[in-house]
């Protein structure tokens, strides 16, 4: 029987124990640099190193969760919250261990729209940023007056430059 990756600890070396048979995990790294081509190498590489699961911040899912599939490893999503990452009939070994876009757009508006506050909603044009906006469009559209503005900006820059008065000049 597989560990649960959920068991997993972030320090270099995690323990877990099943019927009382111990096993001792060493925690490896991989970094994406944002790069699906590098995520799927990484993915490769650490089912080479014998891994029992892999946790991803998204990058690389697409490309990526067919390898780990035909290897009978796990996938956990930690960070991009889409509702296209997941799909149990589809992908079958990608869990995600995060909250949706969706969860935290509801719960955004549910914090936000009581206290009357006017919000812009700004997004970037990568599809996880999209698939953000959709979400946030979803969860303020009940009440769209508390959105003041919704911009997008360019993807993959330090700084979107996006400053007061491009929120003002997009408020209607």
Known sequence: MRPDPYLIS?????????CGVKYRFRIKRYDTGLSPSTAVRNVRKAIADGAVAIVDEGTGVDA?????RDA??????TYQGGEGLIDPAKRP???RIAPTDHGMSYRLAEYLIPKKLKVALITDDSSYGQEGAKALDEAFSQ????????????ALTTFPGVTAADVRAATP
């Open 10 to 18: 972030p320090s270099r070396f995690a323990l877990y124990s099943e």
């Open 64 to 68: 990526s969760w067919q390898i780990a």
């Open 72 to 77: 009978d490893v796990p996938l956990a999503v």
């Open 93 to 95: 070994n990608v869990f």
């Open 143 to 154: 009440n769209p007056g508390s959105v003041a503005a919704k911009l997008t900006v360019r």
